[in-house]
């Protein structure tokens, strides 16, 4: 079989191929998602400042709320790609009725918690006077949205694992289309303002959850006869996806002190942030593509007891990985000026957005050889090696980061862009130390 000789490595092009064809979907499909995200930024800019500082604002809210449930998603993947790898079309049938069952009831408590907690959130995050009342009413919309959130990371979680990537992509880029249509009709003609971008992610959420679960009703890739919830399935999707749902809970929470921090410095810098972590994510959802791939295909191999292919999907995904973000580095620095334009008119926010992302981009570099290592720990099981680097990564060097550079170097919104660069450093060197502690044998 041909070979090619990387930094010492020796990858399979068909081990590059494989990734790159369940990569290419997955990366897209996350791509549109950001495109979601973003359509909701551009929106909200053209209503008002503050409007944009909301979507930055409540961001890191909804995230680690919707994160809870993702966490189970990850947990049933994991289970999902390896029983792929071993051919049991039984075991997995079962395990993706229960991981739907799992997420229903889930999504139903945390909403109804989202609800009642909703100003205690707000105002614990920083939130006051007219940013607190837009946050309170914009957030309001995306808490409805939870239930159908979880059922479409379900449908994205049972199509990947089994190497059907395009599906997903498919209905995610009628969503993010649909999205776009409804924001424009309700801004632009109604001038419904934050209402009508409220309504707008409402009704495109909704659609596509109740398509997700007709479709693998339909495909008969769930089946009534095992979604009353099992104890042994339910607690190995609840042993792995626990850590998983705390990694997502802590990145999101990090961010919300961040926010804490930021809004000191006054809106323009929130709006700013929000503007810049849009942009970054850009690139981000090409690596964490990467990843993603990475972690069911390594899963679908150690299911199947190859292990030295599965090692070779980690090489060839660090390889990706490097490649993919250094380019969109370079090409998304030559253009920052004209793409920050595009959310902002506003002189002191875009120039903040500048300096944000200078020092951000470079986090890039570390963060594309940092997601296929933790993508190993997804799909081999260890889901607590994940929690760990992200944990540290907050607590340990990112917000005390902050406290010291604000305090003692007096860098103001600085300290902050900087805590996040050193922060991503320190996972990839702790994530290099867990590796080592793989067991590759290990059974879910």
Request: with cysteine; charged share 15%; net charge positive.
């Amino acid at each position: 079989m041909l070979k090619e000789k990387v930094e010492g490595w020796s990858l399979e092009k068909k081990d590059m191929k494989n990734l790159i064809l369940l990569a290419s979907p997955i990366i897209l499909s996350n791509f549109l998602q950001n495109l979601y995200n973003l359509a909701d930024s551009y929106y909200m800019g053209k209503v008002g400042g503050v409007e944009l500082a909301t979507s930055s604002f409540t961001s890191p809210i909804t995230q680690m709320i919707v994160g809870i449930g993702s966490g189970f998603a990850v947990g049933g993947g994991v289970i999902i790609s390896q029983l792929v790898g071993k051919k049991d079309k039984k075991e997995i049938l079962k395990t993706n009725s229960q991981l739907l069952s799992i997420n229903i009831l889930v999504s139903l408590f945390i909403t109804i918690l989202s609800f009642i907690f909703c100003e205690k959130i707000l105002k614990f995050s920083g939130a006051d006077g007219e940013l607190l009342e837009k946050s309170s009413l914009y957030i309001k919309f995306i808490f409805l949205t939870i239930p159908m959130t979880f059922l479409v990371s379900t449908y994205i979680t049972i199509k990947n694992s089994k190497g059907k990537s395009m599906s997903p992509l498919y209905l995610i880029a009628f969503s993010t289309i649909l999205n776009i249509f409804l924001n424009s009709l309700f801004i632009n003609k109604f001038k419904l303002g934050l209402y009508g971008i409220g309504f707008a992610t409402l009704i495109a959420n909704v659609i596509l959850g109740g398509y997700c679960t007709y479709e693998l009703y339909l495909k008969r890739e769930i089946s009534l006869e095992f979604l009353k919830i099992k104890k042994d399935i339910f607690y190995r999707i609840l042993k792995l996806g626990i850590p998983s749902s705390l990694t997502t809970i802590t990145n999101s929470l990090s961010f919300i002190i961040i926010n804490i921090f930021v809004v000191k410095y006054g809106t323009e810098v929130l709006a700013a942030y929000g503007v810049g972590n849009r942009i970054n994510n850009i690139i981000y959802v090409l690596i964490n593509g990467i990843g993603t791939a990475v972690a069911i295909l390594v899963g679908q191999n150690v299911g199947a007891r190859n292990i030295k292919k599965a090692k070779d999907i980690l090489k060839t995904g660090i390889v990706c990985g490097l490649f993919v973000g250094m380019v969109s580095m370079i090409v998304l620095f030559l253009i920052l000026n004209p793409v920050i334009d595009i959310f902002t008119e506003d002189i002191e926010i875009k120039n903040h957005s500048i300096n944000y992302l200078k020092i951000m981009l470079i986090s890039v570099i570390p963060w594309a050889i940092f997601q296929p290592l933790a993508a190993v720990f997804q799909g081999t099981g260890h889901t607590k090696f994940g929690m760990y680097c992200h944990f540290g990564r907050v607590w340990i060097f990112r917000v005390p980061f902050i406290l010291i550079l604000e305090n003692l170097l007096v860098l103001y919104e600085f300290s902050i862009w900087y805590s996040m660069l050193f922060s991503n450093l320190f996972a990839l060197v702790f994530s290099f130390v867990l590796y080592k502690r793989v067991d590759w044998e290990k059974k879910v």
